[in-house]
């Protein structure tokens, strides 16, 4: 019974009005023909293929799981899933921001992660297959030898193959350092590869000829720990010559995961048992070009749960103008019936605006983010690139963290305005609470995410990253400071960047003598700083919607109270998160081992 309207108004204010997205690709050569009505019919086709082909396979998915074929390793989709993916593979939707030179149509970025917001919020399970994919492109096109971009690239881009990254063994997870995969050099140039992946998303299935897998594996010399890992490329099937499909390569699926979300996904345990495959870049620095596949995996998985917090949100507002339930504390509103709609009562309200607020806030920082990669990957400037490609480094576990958490509190508080039926399935609201929770803990736990953010983003360089968005913040504080108008959004903002700078000093300064104390603040610092986004990306909007609040368009006067109940009400959390943060570690580290 759960339904999805895709957000192409919002969508649509944060690239043109909130970002000028179209600005932004004027400066990039190879965008610069990318115009305002191009973005808007590319969404709106975009969206329709969603909210039609994927959205009513997303309960489907769910309910039939994938089927795994013990006799010859193969698993089947739930169905439709292999149909909707031959639509979306003949509508070339693949090559969307690939490269042209592959077959790509060479958009931006920040096109393509639009799309994606709105395939995640339809079908996450579905959308898993071609996003992993197009995790697998990126990074052959980053570090693949031409052969392999030639022979690779081109089947990847339009999605004629699909990709995955096998990095996950039993005996370790983020801690890669351990793994034992193993690689034998053979005399023609290949590798033979031996050994058991775990977790492996769309492993096996039957939506695609080919799946090629980027796989972490050790050669025979590797020395110990990450610095010997090393990164290959394993297909399926062994392209031909012609590029025709030959032989099965044996790495075949041993089982699937049956996990508590996400079942249209097949989530597999691949076995290789000396699988022919090829080296991507240099020995022992696989970490270093299968970062360039996990780093999009980061932010695809904060699009997935962005994707949960928007769908869950409309049908939880859909319920809420149609349950009635007792009548409004200031007297009843709906004379002629036995009870109120829920959605007079202010508890409820708040729940539904929590969401809204989460899926506006996580959209701006996911489509600021997707522009500093365009800018990174694209812009002329190589200065320009440089700072861009610092602030994509920073968000990144924002974006996969904080939006992670957030969908998870924002779904839970969708089914509970649904009452006794939310957790009944035939509404849909339990399956996105399962499916959102899962996103909190793959590719990097989010207390891993946090740990980066702290450790290798901001205390590694001094802050320096962090201080280069803070004069953004401080720019626009100042512009703004003799607005009246403005003062509810500006002072607050301006207050947070200053207790953000000496929560940093602070946390830096006793981490020197304790590097537990990093351990035990990050959580709660990356959700400071994760407000600190939302913050500015509110009051940027708020200006916007009070310039325009008089033009009879009531989607301005939505944004505005939005962005009042997110100062008022959300971001007042940021106080005690930054007491967490500076209570130390020291009540987590004194009770021993056995007394736990």
Not at 54 to 73: M, Y
Not at 164 to 187: F, V
Not at 356 to 371: D, I, K, N, P, V
Request: net charge negative.
């Amino acid at each position: 019974m759960s339904q999805y309207t895709p957000p192409i108004r919002d969508m649509q204010f944060v690239m043109h009005e909130l970002f000028n997205a179209e600005a932004t690709f004027k400066e990039i050569p190879a965008f610069a023909d990318m115009d305002a009505d191009t973005i808007n019919q590319i969404l709106e086709e975009g969206g329709k293929f969603c909210a039609e082909v994927l959205q009513p396979l997303n309960a489907v998915g769910d309910s039939e799981g994938c089927t795994h074929n013990k006799t010859d390793f193969s698993v089947k989709t739930p169905t439709g899933f292999k149909e909707a993916y031959k639509q979306y593979v003949e509508a070339g939707w693949p090559a969307l921001s690939c490269d042209p030179e592959f077959g790509g149509q060479g958009l931006p970025v920040t096109v393509n992660q639009a799309f994606y917001e709105m395939m995640n919020a339809a079908n996450q399970a579905w959308t898993m297959y071609p996003g992993l994919t197009h995790g697998a492109y990126d990074c052959l096109h980053a570090h693949g030898t031409p052969e392999q971009k030639a022979t690779y690239l081109p089947k990847l881009t339009s999605g004629e193959w699909t990709g995955t990254m096998c990095l996950t063994e039993p005996h370790c997870g983020t801690d890669l350092g351990m793994l034992r995969s193993k690689a034998e050099p053979q005399a023609d140039g290949s590798y033979k590869i031996t050994g058991a992946k775990i977790f492996i998303s769309s492993g096996e299935h039957d939506m695609a000829e080919n799946i090629i897998h980027l796989v972490l594996a050790r050669l025979p010399d590797a020395p110990a720990g990450t610095k010997g890992i090393s990164l290959f490329l394993v297909p399926k099937f062994i392209p031909n010559a012609d590029g025709s499909l030959g032989a099965r390569n044996p790495i075949n699926c041993g089982a699937i995961e049956h996990k508590m979300g996400i079942h249209g996904n097949s989530t597999c345990q691949m076995n290789l048992d000396g699988a022919t495959g090829w080296i991507i870049g240099q020995p022992h620095k696989g970490l270093n070009a299968m970062f360039v596949m996990m780093n999009a995996a980061r932010l695809g998985v904060g699009m997935q749960s962005l994707g949960l917090t928007e769908v869950a949100y409309q049908n939880a507002v859909v319920y809420a103008k149609d349950r009635i339930q007792s009548r409004s504390l200031t007297g009843p509103k709906q004379a002629d019936k036995p009870a109120d709609k829920i959605i007079v009562h202010p508890d409820v309200r708040k729940m539904l605006l929590t969401a809204r607020a989460y899926a506006e806030g996580g959209r701006a920082l996911c489509m600021w983010t997707s522009l500093e990669l365009d800018k990174e990957l694209s812009h002329p400037d190589e200065a320009v690139r440089k700072e861009a490609a610092e602030m994509v480094a920073l968000t990144t576990p924002i974006v996969k963290s904080f939006i992670t958490d957030n969908a998870w509190e924002a779904t839970s508080h969708c089914l509970q305005v649904y009452g006794g039926h939310g957790y009944i399935a035939e509404w849909g609201m339990e399956q996105y609470v399962r499916d959102s929770r899962i996103n909190m803990i793959y590719e990097g736990t989010n207390t891993i995410q946090s740990l980066d953010l702290l450790g290798r983003k901001v205390l590694a360089d001094g802050g320096a990253k962090l201080m280069k968005f803070g004069k953004r913040v401080r720019a626009l504080c100042e512009a703004e400071a003799n607005n009246p108008a403005m003062k509810e959004f500006i002072e607050p903002l301006a207050d947070l960047g200053d207790k953000v700078t000496k929560l940093t000093m602070e946390i830096g300064g006793k981490a020197m003598a304790n590097p537990d104390e990093v351990g035990a603040a990050a959580v709660d610092y990356l959700r400071v700083v994760g407000h600190m986004f939302y913050a500015y990306f509110f009051a940027l909007s708020a200006k916007i919607a009070l310039e325009k609040q008089n033009s009879g368009d009531n989607f301005y006067k939505a944004k505005l109270i939005t962005a009042r109940f997110y100062f008022q009400k959300m971001l007042p959390e940021t106080a005690m998160l930054i007491r967490k943060a500076r209570a130390g570690s020291a009540v987590l580290m004194e009770m021993e081992e056995e007394l736990f």
